[in-house]
């Protein structure tokens, strides 16, 4: 491949740029295709594009302006290092300038944010005994249904473990990790201690999967919350240990979503559409974690597409995974496993899928339990 020509579809896997990259530098008269075929008009790349591709890809992810691009490449182009370097410095001057103003800015927030309650679940700040019965089933189902969602992030040890929201007749168990969150719920069947208020405890991970072990039996298990304890027996076995000692984030707050496209869909096909179809690379920011994004299409109609094209505008090779109805509808990119991850903990042969618009998240339901749910974070697809 090395010394041959190369489609853009080619070039845009060796180089890092999309396929609407390409197309943008072409038109911009930065990277121009050695040959365009003059009746298909398809593009072909030189051996010696690559190198330039590459560059283009940095320099877009680095987020330079094109008209900073255009004097790099050229001056790349022309062998005038000084140049480059002189562009580099400049460019990585703005970036600084605008990562203190940033800073400054959080600091003002964060100032505002100490001027006011906010609403965080102190772990270990309340101090009553409670003590419930529930099904040992429908507990093990409500923490399969969000377990996939607690962070692995050891700089956010507040979101390592699993909410136990109680209130009322209802425990709620909760997980997210920033990208996406996943909340189920089961009745409480008998409570000895319990005078139905509000109680919360975030319970760490390896003591979650610890609880999850003894549930295998079936049957009532009790639950108990001793200031910064939590304890479940089921029968005379037991899984304990001290709840999380930082906050958990309000997720009341972070559910209340504005009503969207829905469409049901059927697991199996939906998750073979998913692995079958196309995908874009991409580099999460925040920690450099690599990952696949799939593109969504929920329509008016009741329709579930895994879009065959990324870019903008409707792809003939789109494929519809189940119903059928208007075409017209917001796409919305998605980190496929996540996706997956959450297709399986639904746990249901049928799945409802709502997207809204924008930045809404994802919504994946169960048509018959409106307490177990998980959101999706969006994700921009990078041309």
Known sequence: MGNEMRSIGEMARDSGLGVSALRFYDGAGVL?????????????????????????????????????????TAGWAGGDTALVLKLLREHLLRLERGLS????????????????????????????????????????????????????????????GVLFDIEGRTLRVVATDRYRLAVSGTGITGSAEYDGSRVQAVVPSPLV????????????????????????EA?????????????????????RLPAGRRAVVDVAAFREALRGGTVRSQVREQDGAAYDVSVLEVTDGGTATVCAQLSAGNGTGDRI??????????????????LLDALAAGDR???????????????VRRSDDEETYSLLMPVRVED
């Open 32 to 72: 121009v295709p050695d040959r365009v075929d003059p009746v298909s008009g398809y593009r072909w790349y030189g051996p010696g594009q690559l190198e330039e591709a590459r560059l283009l890809a940095r320099l877009r992810r680095a987020g330079m302006p094109l008209a900073d691009i255009r004097l790099v």
């Open 349 to 363: 042969d049928r799945l409802v899928l709502e997207a809204g618009t924008g930045t809404t998240p994802l919504t």
């Open 101 to 160: 103003d940033a800073r400054s800015e959080f600091s003002m927030v964060r100032a505002l944010l100490d001027s006011r309650e906010i609403t965080m679940i102190p772990a270990s700040a309340d101090t009553r005994t409670v003590r419930l019965t529930l099904s040992g089933p429908a507990l093990a189902a409500a923490l399969d249904a969000v377990r996939f969602a607690a962070s692995t992030d050891p700089e956010l040890p507040m979101l390592g």
């Open 235 to 255: 029968g005379e076995r037991q899984a304990g240990g001290r709840c999380a000692g930082d906050g958990f984030p309000d997720y009341r707050r972070l559910v």
């Open 209 to 232: 999967d610890a609880m999850r072990a003894l549930l295998g039996d079936g049957g009532p298990v009790e639950l108990a919350i001793e200031g910064d304890r939590v304890v479940l």
């Open 321 to 338: 995974v189940d119903g059928t109805g208007d075409r017209a509808g917001d796409r919305i990119g998605v980190n496929r496993a996540f």
